[in-house]
């Protein structure tokens, strides 16, 4: 009876495990302007996007140079807090830095 109960709740659990899915990514994006300092760019990456300050100086320097770049690639919940926490420190700071999110 045991072995029954044991291939009865792996027959139930599989099908279950099929179904799910992973939860869908979005990206973080900053957009260049041209009012937004560079430092303050790196201050924002390393601040909310925990990179250090080799890393969020080419990411900095991606954004200026081509417009925009990826900050970092996350759930919607929390690309949405970052996103959020951005701009809000961004005005803050009296900077016009834009800050998007898009579906991986």
């Keep these: 009876?045991?072995?029954?109960t044991k291939h009865h709740n792996g027959s139930v659990l599989a099908p279950d495990r099929a179904?799910?899915?992973?939860?869908?990514?979005?990206k973080v994006i900053l957009f260049n302007d041209d009012y937004t300092t560079m430092d303050f760019v790196i201050e924002v990456?390393?601040?909310?996007?925990?990179?250090?300050r080799e890393r969020a100086l080419q990411i900095?320097?991606?954004?200026h140079?081509?417009?925009?770049?990826?900050c970092g690639v996350y759930s919607?919940?929390?690309a949405e807090t970052k996103v959020a926490?951005?701009?809000?420190f961004a005005q803050q700071h009296g900077h016009p830095l834009?800050?998007?999110?898009?579906e991986d």
Excluded: W, Y
């Design 1 to 4: 009876m045991n072995m029954d």
């Design 19 to 26: 179904k799910t899915k992973l939860p869908r990514l979005f």
């Design 45 to 52: 990456l390393q601040r909310f996007f925990s990179i250090n």
């Design 60 to 63: 900095m320097l991606k954004v």
């Design 65 to 70: 140079n081509e417009g925009s770049a990826v």
């Design 76 to 78: 919607r919940d929390v």
């Design 85 to 88: 926490h951005v701009i809000e």
């Design 98 to 102: 834009r800050c998007g999110m898009e």
